[in-house]
C-alpha cells in the first residue's frame, strides 16, 4: 500500500478540480446495478477513474469506473459510477479516497446508494431503505492508521453519520414515490461470498434490518471530515436464508433493474430539495 497522507488525495482532487473547473455541491456514490442515474447528468464532464492521479479502479462488472461531473435536480453534482470494495482486494485505508476527493473538491452533501439484502422479514424485494444507522461488527476501520488531521480528529463522533436532516429530506420527497420506504440499520459484511443463514439469524438479533458489502467505509469517512452524508439501499433481495432458496447476483440485477426508473426519479428529485 502507498503512503497515504493529506497531498496523496490533493493529487486526484487538483486533477479532477482542472477538468471540471467548477465546484460540485452533491457527492454522489451509486451501487450495484444504480447507474442509470448516472445517465441522467446533464452536460456531464466525465472522467475515466484509471486517467486520476492516486485514484482505484472498479473491478466488478456492475460497477463503470467514471466519475461524471453536472448537473442534475438542477444542483451541481459528483457522481462515482462505480466504487470500490474491501472485497476487490483494497485495503481499508484506501476506501477513504471517494469521500474525501469530494470533501476536497468542494462538496457539502453526499448520497450513497447500494444494493442490499432484507434481512427484516417485514421488508419486500424492491423497498427502499433509508440507513439510520449501520452495524460493522469487523475489525479494520478505514480511518486506521496515521490520522489526517486535515480531513479530522483521530477520535471522532458518528452519532449523526447519517445525517438526520437530510434523512427528514428524504422521507418527505418519498411520500410521492411508488416505492415502499423504510428507515433502518444497515450491517457490513465484507463479502464477496454473501452472507450464511446462520450469519443473517445473527444480524437480525443485533438489530440489523438490511445487509451489504459497502457503504460504512464510505459513511466512517463522512463523519471523520463532517460530511453530512444520506444512504439509500435498495432492497434486491431477501438476505440468506429468509427464502428457501439460493441467492444468486442475478436477482440483485434484476431488481436494480427493475425500480432504476422510480428510484432515479426519487433521487433526481431528493436532490432538488437538498
Ligand atoms: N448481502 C450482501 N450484499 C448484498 C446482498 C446481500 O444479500 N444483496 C445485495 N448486496
Known sequence: MPEINFLYFKKSADFVRGIIKDEPEIGII?????????????NPVVIDYKDIPNFLVSTVESHEGRLIF?????KKVICMSGRFHHYEGYPFEMLTLPIRLFKLLGVKKTIVTNAAGAVNTEYNVGDIMIIKDHLKLTGASPLQGDNIEEFGPRFFDTTDMYTKALREIAKDCAKDSE??????VYMYFTGPQFETPAEIRAARILGADAVGM???TEALTAAHCSMPLLGLSVMTNMAAGVLDRKLTDEEVGETATRISKPFCDYVEKLISRL
Open 214 to 216: 459497502s457503504t460504512v
Open 30 to 42: 451509486l451501487g450495484s446495478g444504480l447507474k442509470s442515474i448516472a445517465g441522467r447528468i446533464e
Open 70 to 74: 453536472g448537473s442534475l435536480g438542477g
Open 179 to 184: 416505492l415502499t420506504f423504510r428507515e433502518g
